[in-house]
T-cell receptor, first 116, second 112 residues
Framework: DAGVTQSPTHLIKTRGQQVTLRCSPKSGHDTVSWYQQALGQGPQFIFQYYEEEERQRGNFPDRFSGHQFPNYSSELNVNALLLGDSALYLC???????????????FGEGSRLTVL | RKEVEQDPGPFNVPEGATVAFNCTYSNSASQSFFWYRQDCRKEPKLLMSVYSSGNEDGRFTAQLNRASQYISLLIRDSKLSDSATYLCVVNINTQAGTALIFGKGTTLSVSS
């Protein structure tokens, strides 16, 4: 049973460029959350997708956008890259279970983005 | 005020020591609380949930004080393999759903 997979694992971009990161959730999971983790910091919540819609959003600008596909996979897009966008981008999947939340997010290994 | 705040690290302890991590959260409506562990250059993984009555899992004990909006994690008899960053996590609920918010993390280094 494959866990959460992310691609690419590493990438380098220059300021002003755009990037797309991809995530396939764990089998049986329908909810995907994206996090940004800067060096020495905890993961910062970007947004969450469920049923192909953005359900929750953290304090990130509109340059950060996403998409969820019918097979539950997801993409994170970042436009007009800034130096400060350099970070590890983590995708986490979970299974929606109504009001009861088990708290177990399964994370991928992340995509490490460097902006020069 | 940050939604989740943790003790600044790092904590450097010898094997066998007992170490405690503290965490406070700002959203009084939060209902679910967790500790995650993150090894160096790895993804976070769930360590344990935190229940109101307190709960224990082997050498690990988690406590929750809702009135003070305070969470703790106690590690007894520290092992070298406990060296990692420990992340305090709380949920936020809106009409749209629920999401998990992570603290900055506290780094533990256990030495022989």
């Amino acid at each position: 049973d494959a866990g959460v997979t992310q691609s690419p694992t590493h990438l380098i971009k220059t300021r002003g460029q755009q990037v797309t990161l991809r995530c396939s959730p764990k089998s049986g999971h329908d909810t995907v959350s994206w996090y940004q983790q800067a060096l020495g910091q905890g993961p910062q919540f970007i947004f969450q997708y469920y049923e192909e819609e953005e359900r929750q959003r953290g304090n990130f600008p509109d340059r950060f956008s996403g998409h969820q596909f019918p097979n539950y996979s997801s993409e994170l897009n970042v436009n007009a890259l800034l130096l400060g966008d350099s970070a590890l981008y983590l995708c986490a999947s979970s299974k929606s279970s109504g009001s009861y939340y088990t708290g177990e997010l399964f994370f991928g290994e992340g995509s490490r983005l460097t902006v020069l | 005020r940050k939604e989740v705040e943790q003790d600044p690290g790092p904590f450097n302890v010898p094997e066998g020591a007992t170490v405690a991590f503290n965490c406070t959260y700002s959203n009084s409506a939060s209902q679910s609380f967790f500790w995650y562990r993150q090894d160096c250059r790895k993804e976070p993984k769930l360590l344990m949930s935190v229940y109101s009555s307190g709960n224990e899992d082997g050498r690990f004990t988690a406590q929750l004080n809702r009135a003070s909006q305070y969470i703790s994690l106690l590690i007894r008899d520290s092992k070298l393999s406990d060296s990692a960053t420990y992340l305090c996590v709380v949920n936020i609920n809106t009409q749209a759903g629920t999401a998990l918010i992570f603290g900055k993390g506290t780094t533990l280094s256990v030495s022989s």
